[in-house]
């Protein structure tokens, strides 16, 4: 066991923190863009669907956690698929990790030049942006999980306050026509992007740092605040831009700060929310940065995760270059990593919950015949 | 701390101090006599706002100078300014782009709508259209109140709030009227005090100011700068203009209407005049019916208000000739309403934004796209009343007549 990863404890708040954070920190960056395509003035029922999705995973997921006391998923995929299978189960995950991150922090450095300082070089933004999180990751998942939490105290002010200044611009009649482009194209959309809510996968990951006999209350509150979020500032920036002008805008949330102007002194307020989005991203990229470290620590079953940080930054750093631009950036992430990706984590997962229903029945069976014989 | 400090740190590239920039307070675009454009900036000059007009810097127009230019674009055009302003050119305090009349006559999409994506802009910025060239408008259109050109293009506009005639829409709620099916764009119209008031109007007939708009005023004195009116647009291109009375009844139906003052045909005394303030009671009551081809909108717009003046001293003041008064304002207003809504039919363009409460009949948004609402509503029948309450009558109970 390794072991740098047995010592982190945390609470159940920091936990759930962490993980709302890192379900939910995307409804600042470009969640909704490929959504109102699908929706339109029913956008705001895809998230709604997302949560559902994420919740009819999560069952599997506790179950198997349930069915392997004391391990995570990395370690369940050593018991039931041999170290070879193991590695390339952790290999894939730790690559939908690094592409995660990476992505999402490319878009919060594109998001810091194109909204707030348009002459630093993306290359400074990304480059202060990973350095502040791999000194957040280095301090270890304690310091991740406590951030997380007085971060997310931060963060929930001032996104409800954001959410109370735009109401004054919101036209209700934007969610008009109900049903949007119809119950078929928002089903649609929402298998396409299920992959939003692939992060749930780190329940699995995380459950050998947070109470155990918790978890099912953590992945309950985590999903749902992560829901909230996610829902809430869709139905926002439709009811702020309407449909189809918000179908155009590539940050809402930023939209909807900038939008805000309430007499000659309440205006500009953007930069009051600024470090609301700095601080989700930094939760979300440290964690992402610890999580591909801890993955590869656990793969190989070596004592200390701290020597795999570094290098976990470098290769978050490096996919974050590879966008030749914002454009491109956003076609990966919406295109790529956030199409199916939610099935494509989901396909190993229920391997191992097929695998151990089948070592249960062996081992019942077994059990009957000893009974049996003897 | 640590992690603060060196987040912070990628703010050292923008680092710029304010006085340091040319704040581009109005944008003006008329259509170009060597380019395709003629784009005029007013940059502030914030040494002369900060002297608070000391040393004859302040009001007048001295916080501020007016550039015009030849261009192609307008962010060309923001860089050109460049090599005659010793600062950076910035949009991100600009308060108003005003488009000239025959600019906005030809479509003024392609200029406008791109501003959107450029990061200084603002949505909160406001649209305006002049009667002449905007050029001219921003030349001469000087504070007299003010110091701070750019507070003052701001409290103009924000007028909004105590009358009827100035719309409340800013860039942001253009653009979206702009780009939804069926909707009509509202600007704020606007115009130079014509020099020469006599050719306003040929005669001296009573006319109440709900006739005015922009540029049609009949005064002496004062700034030159007018806001009057709305100018409508359909496909982004300006097809009418909205007098005082008829921008009201848009922002009541919008609901953005807040006050306005009234002078109502005295019903005992026609040659008088009953001076109401009116306000709204409720949000205006809207419904449609799309069943079949045309559709029917209901529209009733429940208002109250104060009177404020009885010119003839009839004591309509009294509980039973209170109802005279009311059923005199609405007949005055239902007559207007129904010409105004008339005349965006004619315009084929829904300034009202009917088609916001049409769009709940259907289920999905393909159907509603379908039934092609911008084809329907010059064809639509429209029942639309006022219903007005007089809650108070001011500070007299009772009029006794003046003493021969």
């Known amino acids: ?374 | 701390m640590t992690v603060l400090v060196i987040l912070s740190l990628s703010g050292c590239w923008n680092y710029q101090e304010p006085d340091e920039i040319a704040w581009v307070l109005a944008l003006g675009l008329d259509k170009g006599r060597q380019n395709v454009l003629t784009m005029t900036t007013v940059v502030a000059v914030p040494k002369a706002i900060g002297s608070g007009g000391q040393g004859g810097n302040g009001g007048g127009g001295k916080g501020f100078f007016v550039v015009s230019m030849e261009v192609n674009t307008i962010l060309e055009g923001l860089e050109l300014l460049n090599a005659f302003v010793d600062r950076r050119a910035d949009l991100s305090h600009t308060a108003w782009i005003v488009f000239g009349r025959a600019l906005a006559e030809e479509g003024i999409d392609r200029y406008y709508a791109p501003l959107a994506r450029f990061r200084q802009f603002r949505r909160n910025s406001s649209i305006l259209i002049t009667q002449g060239r905007a050029a001219d408008l921003l030349k001469n259109g000087k504070p007299i109140l003010e110091d701070n050109v750019s507070k003052y293009y701001q409290l103009l506009q924000q007028g909004w709030r105590f009358t009827e005639f100035i719309p409340r829409d800013t860039f942001h709620d253009f653009y979206i009227a702009s780009k939804t099916p069926g909707v009509g764009a509202v600007a704020n119209l606007a115009a130079l005090q014509d020099k020469d008031e006599q050719d306003i109007f040929p005669n001296n007939r009573p006319k109440d100011k709900g006739a005015y708009y922009a540029g049609r005023i009949p005064r002496q004195g004062g700034g030159r700068l007018e806001i009057m009116g709305g100018a409508v647009f359909r496909g982004g291109k300006m097809v009418g203009i909205l007098d005082a009375d008829e921008m009201g009844f848009v922002k009541m139906v919008r609901g953005t209407f807040r006050r306005t003052i009234q002078a109502v045909p005295d019903p005992k005394h026609p040659d008088k005049y009953v001076i109401v303030e009116v306000k709204p009671r409720t949000r205006a009551e809207v419904s449609v019916d799309v069943e079949g081809d045309v559709p029917h909108i209901a529209v009733r717009i429940p208002l109250e208000g104060d009177i404020i003046s009885i010119q003839s001293g009839e004591n309509y003041e009294r509980a039973s000739r209170i109802p005279l008064v009311e059923r005199s304002v609405e007949d005055y207003l239902n007559r207007e309403l129904r010409a105004t809504i008339a005349k965006t039919q004619q315009w084929g363009t829904d300034a009202f934004e009917f088609s916001s409460k049409a769009q709940r009949q259907f289920f999905t948004w393909r159907a509603w796209k379908v039934y092609d609402w911008a084809s329907r509503y010059p064809n639509a029948i429209v029942d639309a009343t006022v219903d007005f309450r007089v809650r108070r009558v001011g500070l007299l109970h009772e009029t006794i007549p003046i003493r021969e």
């Open chain 1, 1 to 374: 066991m390794p072991k740098q990863l047995e010592n982190p404890r945390i609470g159940v708040k920091e936990a759930i923190a962490v993980t709302a954070l890192f379900i939910g920190a995307k409804a600042f960056l470009s969640y909704q863009v490929p959504l109102y395509h699908y929706g339109a003035t029913a956008t705001w029922m895809i998230p709604v669907l997302h949560v559902a999705l994420a919740f009819a995973a999560l069952y599997p997921l506790l179950w198997l956690l349930d069915r392997h006391p004391d391990k995570n998923i990395i370690q369940i995929g050593q018991e039931m698929i041999g170290p070879y299978g193991n590695a390339a189960l952790s290999a894939f995950f730790v690559v939908i990790l690094i592409a995660l991150t990476g992505i999402t922090l490319r878009e919060f450095g594109e998001r810091v030049v194109s909204g707030f300082l348009p002459d630093t070089p993306i290359s400074m933004a990304v480059l202060l942006f990973i350095v502040a999180s791999t000194v957040i990751a280095f301090l270890g998942f304690d310091a991740i999980a406590r951030s997380a939490y007085i971060f997310g105290i931060a963060i929930a002010a001032g996104y409800v306050l954001l959410i109370g200044l735009s109401i004054p611009f919101w036209r209700l009649d934007a969610v008009f026509p109900l049903g949007g482009m119809g119950a078929k194209s928002i089903i649609t959309g929402a298998v396409i992007t299920s992959g939003d809510m692939v992060e749930i996968f780190i329940l699995g990951l995380i459950i050998s740092f947070v109470p155990r006999n918790a978890i099912r209350k953590i992945s309950y509150w985590s999903i749902g605040i992560a829901g909230v979020l996610l829902a809430s500032s869709t139905l926002v920036a439709l009811l702020v831009f309407t449909y189809p002008v918000v179908s155009e805008i590539n940050i809402p949330t930023l939209l909807v700060s900038r939008i805000i102007n309430i007499g000659r002194f309440l205006q500009r307020m953007e930069v009051i929310f600024a470090p609301v989005w700095m601080l989700s991203a930094l939760a979300q990229i440290s964690l992402g940065i610890y999580l591909i470290s801890s993955v590869t620590t656990y793969a190989l079953r070596l004592p200390y995760n701290r020597p795999f940080i570094l290098p976990a930054a470098v290769a978050v750093t490096a996919l974050a270059f590879v966008p030749n631009n914002v454009a491109e950036a956003l076609s990966w992430d919406i295109g790529i990593i956030r199409r199916y990706t939610f099935f494509a984590v989901g396909v190993p997962l229920v391997l191992l919950y097929g695998l151990t229903i089948l070592r249960d029945r062996k081992g019942g069976d077994r059990a009957e015949k000893q009974q049996e014989n003897s």
